[in-house]
């Protein structure tokens, strides 16, 4: 079964930045889509970025526009979320995702429901 670790979560001050790592147990990310998404409590999951798994497509949410990037180094199975110019409305739990597509697929979604296998997330919090 697909395993999904996220690390690099912490506090940091407003206007900071932090980058999280989504490193993901399988010999090849060739077929797997990857999205991040983030949840406080009470509220449902935001997606918040996707990358597809020939790489060629990104999905941002409209908040994170701008400020947080996605990038993927195949070669050690792992993905990062780069966060930018940090806003106390960023704390979150950060989670990441895969989903199973065929080889060079451009496909990305920020809907939750396409993903199947899930990190048990990291806690991010930005707060002075």
């Known amino acids: 079964q697909l395993q999904l670790v996220e690390s690099g979560g912490g506090l940091v001050q407003p206007g900071g930045s932090l980058r999280l790592s989504c490193a993901v147990s399988?010999?090849?990310?060739?077929?797997?889509?990857i999205g991040w998404f983030r949840q406080t409590p009470g509220k449902e999951r935001e997606g918040v970025l996707c990358?597809?798994?020939?790489?060629?497509?990104?999905m941002y949410a409209d908040s994170v526009k701008g400020r947080f990037t996605i990038s993927r180094d195949n070669a050690k199975n792992t993905l990062y979320l780069q966060m930018n110019s940090l806003k106390p409305e960023d704390t979150a739990v950060y989670y990441c995702?895969?989903?199973?597509?065929?080889?060079?697929?451009?496909?990305?979604?920020?809907?939750?429901?396409?993903?199947?296998?899930w990190g048990q997330g990291t806690q991010v919090t930005v707060s002075s």
């Open positions: 399988e010999f090849t990310l060739d077929y797997y889509t």
């Open positions: 990358i597809s798994n020939s790489g060629g497509s990104t």
């Open positions: 995702a895969a989903l199973v597509r065929p080889y060079g697929s451009n496909w990305c979604s920020l809907n939750e429901v396409y993903f199947g296998s």
